[in-house]
C-alpha cells in the first residue's frame, strides 16, 4: 500500500517548487506564474487531504528526517510530525492558500499589477514556509519556518515596493515580529540547554522530559541552581514573546493594521492560515509543555482576554474596510490564546479552524469589494453594494455573521466553546475569570463593528459614483468566495459540543474526538493527556454542566445580537452619519490605537538617538585616545618627520626594516645567538 | 605537498599578473586565482586530518622540513591542515576569483598591480592558515599587512593615506604585543621544546613545561603571555574598544578590497585567538571568562548600535562585522562543542555574508556615486537583481535560518546558553542574542530608505542595471550561503571534529 505519509515532504515542497519557478521563469509563463502555484497548492491540498484520511485511518507519523548538524551534545534535526493537530492544519493551509491562488488571479492579474512573478513566487514561499512549519518536528525547525514566514510576510507586505508605504508596513512587521522571536530564539536555545532535545512528540521529547522532571524522574539543567517549575515558567514565556509578535497579541500587535498595504489577497493568506495563525498554532503544538506552567497559562489567558477586548474597541471607529478587518484578526487570535490560557486546547483549534475559513472569506469578499469600488476602501465612499455584487454580499454577510458569533454559523460554535472553557475553568481561578469577562465584553463590541462594516459597506444608499457603478468581478473571485462562504456557515458542524451536551447526543464533538487521537495519533499529544496534566478544574453555575453551557450561549449570543441591533440602529439606515462624535475624546483615542504605535515610533527615535550617542562617543573619545596617542608619539620625535616622506613604499620597507630590527633586539636579549 | 603547490603556485600568479599589461590583467588574475580554488577543493576532498592540529589529532598534507636554527630552537617549513583551517583556506580561495570579478568594475588605474597585490595577500592567508610553525606564521602574518596597506593607500577613496597608516600601524602594534606576549611563554618553557612548532609548544604548556622566567611563576607569565596576545589579536578581529581601524579602513578601501578585509583578513584574528589563546591557554581563557565573554558582549551590541547610527552603507556593514566577531569570540570563550565550532563556523559564514554584502553595496555604488543613505532611493526600480540580492544577503546578515549566518549564530547561542565552565553563561548569551534584533533595525530601515519607495539619485546620467560581471559574484555567494545554511554539516562536522580537542583542553583541569 502506498503510504501517504511519504508524501508529506511533497506537501511542503510543492509550493517551493512553484516559488522557484515562478522566480525563474514567471515572467515567460502565463499569468505570471498563477498556474503553477494554483497546481501545486492543489497537490498540496490533496496530499493534505490524503494525509488527513490516513490519520482518521488510525496511523501517525513521527520521524526525523534530516540532520542539520550532528553534535555530541545534542543533534540538530529535521523531522515530519504528522498527527492529528497538524493533519488539519495542512488541510487548513493548503485550502485557503489555494483559494487566495485562484483569488489572486482576479484580484492581481485582472487588475493588471506589475511584478506578478515576484508575487507568485512569495506566494508560494510562504505556503511552503507555513507548511514547514506545520509538520515541524522540533522547536528549532519550527523556528526556523517561523522565521522564513517572516520573511515571506515582508516581501508580500512590501510588494508595492516603488510607494513610500508598503516598504515601511513591511519593516515594521518584520521588526517588531523579530522582536518577539527574539524571546522565542532564547526560549529555544534554552530548551536545548534545558532538556538536550527540542523534539515535540515521544518519550525523549521535552514536554515529556519536563513532565517527568517535574514528578521527580527525571533529571534537568536549570540555570544557577533555579527551581524547576520557576525555570519551566520562564522558558514558556520566552518562546511565548514569538507567539505574542505573531499572532498580534497585545503589546506586539501593531505591526498588523499596517501590514494591510500588502496587497488583499496577501491579507487573506496572512491572517487566515499562515502567518497570525502560526503564533497560535505553536502554543497548541508544544501544549503538553504548557499546560505543566500554571503561570504561563494564566499570562496566556489574560493577554488574549486583554488583547481580544483592546482590539475590538479600536475597530469600532476605523473607517477602511480592511482596517476594520486587520483589527477584528488581532481580537480574533485573542480569543484562540485565551482558549489556550484556559486549558481550552480543543476550543482553540476549533477557533482557529472556523476563523481560518471566516476570515479568508472576509478578506477576500473585501478584496471583491476594493475591485468593485476601484481600489478606494474607504467605507464611507461606499454604500449599497448589496444589489450590485450579490455574491460577494451574501457570502461576506455569512462571514460576518460567523465574525460576531451568531448562531448557527461557525464562529458561533467555536466562540462560544472558548467561551465556556474559560468560564467553567474561570469559576475556580479569579484571573482566568478576568480573561473571560474580557473576552465577553469583547461580543458585543466585534458584532457591533462587524455589521458596522456590513451596513456601511453592502447597505443604504451608493455614497459615490463608484459605489453606484462599481466594476463587476468573476469567477475567480466569486468561486473562492462560494467555497469559504460555504464552509463558514458550516464547520460548526464539527464540534457540536452544546448540542450534545443538551441533547445528549454522544459523539457529535468529531473534532474533540480527533484532537483526542480516537481515531489514531501520537502518545502523549492528546486532549485528554493535556487536560490531565494541566492545572484546571471546571466548576458550573446553577443547572450543572448543562445550565452552564446553556446561560454561557445564551449570554454571549444576547450580548452579540444587542451589537449587532446596535449598529443596524446607527447604519442600517439610507444615510448613515457617523455616531462616533458621541464617543468624544475617547474616539482620538481609539482612532489612533491608544497611540501605541507613537509609543514604539518613540522608542525607535530613542534608541536612534543611543546609537547617535554612542557614535560621538566612539569617534570623540576611543578613535580620540587612539589618534592621540599617535600624534603625541609624533610630535614627540620631531626629527622623525624627515622620514615621514609620505612615499607609501619608504614607509613599508621602514616598518619592515623595524620588525628586523626587532627580531634582532629580541633575538640577542633572548641569548638566541649566543 | 599540496599546500606547498597552493602557497607557491598563488605566489606565482601574483608576480605574473604584476607584470601582465592592464588592459587583461583583471582576466587574467581571475582565471589563475580559480586554480588554488580548484586546489583547495582537491585538497577537502582528499583531507584526512582528524582532532586538533595542534594537540596532537592527524594534521592532513602536513610537511616539515627544518629551516634554520634560532637560539637553540629549530624554525621548519611546518604546514598542514585540521578541520579548522580547512574552511578557512576554502573560504579564503573562494573569496578571491570573486573579489577580482568585482574589481572588474571599479578598479581603473594601475589594474596589473592591484591584481597582483590581491594574489600576494592571498597567497599570504593561505599560508596564515596553513603554517604550524610560529615563525613561519608570524611571516605570513606580517606580509599580510603589506599588500594591505598598499591595496587600501593607492586605490582607496579620499582620506585612504589616513586610513592606510591607521589600519598599519595599529595592526603592527598589536603584532609586536602578541609577539613579545608568545615569546614570553617560548622562553618561559626553557628546555621542554626544541623547536617553534605550534603542537609542540601546545603539547608542552599542557604538560605543564612552563618555568620560571625571570623571577615570575610560570602561571604569571601564561596570564600575562594570554593577555599580550588576547590583546594583539584583538585589535585584528576586531573587538570593542580597539575596533576605530576598521570602519576607516572599510570607507576608504576599495570593493573588492574590503571584501577580502572583512571576509578573510578579520578571520586572520579569531583564527589565531583560537590557535594560540584558547588551544595553547585554555585554563587561562577560562578563568578570564567573564571578562572576555563581556568583551564579546559590548562587542556585540555596541557594535550594532554604532552600526544603526551609521549613514554611510558601507560604514553600516563595516561595522556590523564589529558585531558578528562578537558572536565568534562568545563561542570561543564558552568552550563548548557548539561554541567553539559555532565561531569557526561563523568564521566561514560572515566572510561569505559580509563579503556578499560589501560586494552588493560596491555594485549600487558603481551605478550610483555615493553610498549616502540620504542619497538616493528607490533602487529596486533600477537594479532589481542587484538589489533582490543584496535583500537576501541582508536577511542572511540578519541570521534568517536556512542562511549560513544563522547556522553559525545558532550553534553559538546553543552552545553558550547552559556553558558550564562560563559563570552567567545564560545571561551573557541572552544579553548577546539581543544583536539579531538591532541588526534587523539597521539593515532594514537602511534598505527601506534607499532601495524602496520612489525612485530618487541625482545625476546627469541614466542609473542602469549592472553588468553580469559584477552581478554574477553576488549570485554565487549567495548560493554558497544558502548552501552552508541549508547543509551546515559540510564544514561543521570536520570543524566539530577539531574543536572537540579545544574543548577538552579546558574541562580536563576545571
Redesign the interface.
Known sequence: MVNAFAYVPAVVLLPFVSFLVALGAGRYLPKGGAFGGIAATAGSFLLSVWVAATVAGGRAYNETVYTWAGGDQFELTFGLLVDPLSALMLVIVTLVALLVHVFSLGYMNDEGETGLPRYYAGLGLFTASMLGFVVADNLLMAFMFFELVGLCSYLLIGFHFREPGPPSAAKKAFLVTRFGDYFFLVGVVAVFATFGTAAFAGDGSFPALAEAALEGSADVWTPGGLELGTWLTVVGLLVLGGVVGKSAQFPLHTWLPDAMEGPTPVSALIHAATMVAAGVYLVARMYGFYALTPTTLGVIAFIGGFTALFAATMGVVKDELKQVLAYSTISQYGYMMLALGAGGYVAAVFHLTTHAFFKALLFLGAGSVIIAMHHNEDMWDMGGLKSKLPVTYYTFLAGSLALAGIFPFAGFWSKDEVLYEALVHGLNDPLLLGGYLMGLLAVPVTAFYTFRMVFLTFHGDPRTETARDPEPVRWNVKGPLMVLGTLAVGTGLINMVPVQKVFGLEGIDYLHRWLDNEWGGIAGLSSHHYADIGPYSSGYLVGGETGTVLVGAAVSLGLALAGLGLAWRFYNVASPTEHTAALGGIKDVLYNNYYLDELQVWIAYRTADIAGGADTFDQGIIDGVVNGISSVSLAGGGRIRRIQTGVVSEYAAMLTLGLIALLVVLGVGGGWFL | MILEALIAFTFLAALVVLLAPDAWAGRLAFALSAVPFAGSLYAWSQFDGAGNALTGGTIAFESQFEWIE????SVSWFVGLDGISLPLVVLTTFLVPLAIVSAWTPIDTRQSQFYGLMLFMEANLLGVFTALDFFLWFVFW?AVL?PM??LI??WGGPRR?YA???F???T?AAS?LM?IGF?SLV?ALGDSVSSFALPEITAAIANGGLGEWFGIAPGTVALGAFLAMFAGFAVKVPV??VH??LPDAHVEAPTPVSVLLAGVLLKMGTYALLRYNFTMLPNQASALAIPIAAIAVISVI?GA??A???KDLKRIVAYSSVSSMGYVILGLVVF???GV?GATFQMVAHGLISGLMFMAVGVVYNATHTRMVGDMA?M??RMPITVGILVAGA?GY?G???MAG??GE??I???A??APSLP???AF??LA??G??IV??YL??A??KT?????RLETDYEVGRAPVHDVAPLAVLLAAIIVLGV???VF??MI?DAA?PVVEGVSADV
Not at chain 2, 634560532?70 to 630552537?73: A, E, L, M, P
Not at chain 2, 532601495?451 to 525612485?455: A, E, K, M
Open positions: 634560532v637560539g637553540g630552537r606580517e603589506v596597506y598598499f593607500g593607492v593615506k592606510a597608516i591607521k598599519f600601524v595599529y603592527n609586536l609577539f615569546m622562553f570593542v574598544p576605530t581601524w555596541y548600535m554604532l544603526l547610527a551609521q563548548t562543542e557548539y565550532g528607490g529596486a526600480d536577511f540578519m534568517l535560518p536556512l544563522f547556522a545558532f550553534f547561542f546553543v552552545g546558553f547552559g552567567y553563561a545564560p548569551t541572552a542574542m539581543f539579531i534584533v534587523a533595525g532594514l530601515s534598505m527601506q532601495l524602496f519607495g520612489p525612485f547543509a551546515p554539516d561543521f562536522e566539530r572537540i
